[in-house]
């Protein structure tokens, strides 16, 4: 049996995987200096460690005051008691290791068995390049987001493997932190109804029965009355644009149409609905379930960030991993059109780290770029549809929603490499 050295494993790795690599390790190692020298700063641990100490101590955990603004299940704030120990400099950095760790294996695994195409390394590692300015202010942040997208990949991989249970299992962890992330679960039901919904049920239901397990019924009751409330009287948007949702609602006010709350829920319920029609068209298709699964997740990530009930700056990370995988694939062929719309929405994400790199400048003082992100996202899904439609054939050698019977093998553009422009 040969022995492979780290040296040499590291000689084998294309030129692509070391630069991600290399870059990764950086961003890490230099949010976790940034911890230690100042970890009540610009980081949003102090809320979970906050959190995770009301609740030992049976206090309220939802109400909001300076530098505290806890909106998670209280199964997260239980998660995070062990952390306590470590106060909010060690505690904040294993935060930053965990998040950042499970991110990286997830996207890796997702690339190599859960996107509707193998990857290559060299594609993985351009991936890997082009997510990295987008997570950039997740990770240094200690936001959650992280974690949440890295549990919607694990989910994702697991169904095309059929691991059932797994992929619900994913789907309710990041449930529990955001809520939103449900509707993927909703989404994939009308795909695999019968494989999923025992199994969504009984795993959300355990979810929200396991805080019972660590504290006085009457406790846990009250928290759960007051997270309702909080969720239900929580409105952002006459906040002002630096405190407003970055969703439909705020793109609809930059063009100066206001519209009410609750007709604003009412066109998140009419495009959830749209998303489940399209859903369900594709499945009569009867192509690829990888393709399919695809096109679920796909619209599922542009409900939660343009359409979702509570969409930050930041949330736009889920979208990363979509974007920048179309944008790689979509460059390795040549007669791909919608590869622009993609490398469109792309450069319009680069807008919030690059914001934060150059505050003082006056192009990143424009509040109408403030809505540059749900724009991008909507270019992304402009993309996702006219290829599911079958107007770029070629683009991942087949429509997204076309079958199999539809595929002509010689029309398809195989590369190797991805050429990066």
Known sequence: MSHVT?????????????????????????????????????????????????????????????????????????????LLAFGNRIGGMIWCVFCTTLLVAALDHWLKKGAPRPTSGQERGAVFLLVLPLAIGNIASNQSNAPVLAMLLIAMTALQTEAFTTACLAIVVAFLFKLYPLSLG?????????????????????GLLLPYFFQRTAYVNATYRDWAHYLTVEDRSKLGIGRAYRDFQFLLHDLSIVITQRTYRIIELIVAAVFGVLCLMARSKQGSPARLNFFAFTLALCWMTVFGPATESMTYLLVAPVVCYLLVIGWSYPSSGTKYLYLLSYLFLLYTPFSGLFPGHSIFRSAHLKSIQPIAVL???????????????????????????????????????????
Request: net charge positive.
């Open 6 to 82: 780290s040296g040499t494993l590291w000689k084998r790795l294309t030129d692509l995987v070391k630069w991600s690599v290399t870059l990764w390790a950086i961003l890490l190692i230099a949010s976790l200096v940034r911890l230690w020298i100042s970890p009540e700063k610009h980081s949003v641990y102090p809320n979970f460690s906050e959190a995770a100490s009301r609740w030992v101590h049976g206090k309220d955990l939802y109400t909001a005051r300076r530098n505290y603004d806890f909106r998670y299940s209280p199964l997260v704030a239980i998660g995070f008691t062990p």
């Open 186 to 206: 909703l989404i994939l039901l009308l795909i695999y109804p019968r494989k999923l919904s025992g199994r969504l049920f009984v795993l959300v239901l355990a």
């Open 379 to 421: 270019l992304l899904l402009a993309g996702v549809l006219c290829d599911a439609m079958g107007t770029e054939t070629q683009k991942l050698g087949r429509p997204l929603l076309g079958s199999d019977a539809d595929f002509d093998p010689s029309s398809a553009i195989e590369t190797s490499r991805v050429k990066l422009v």
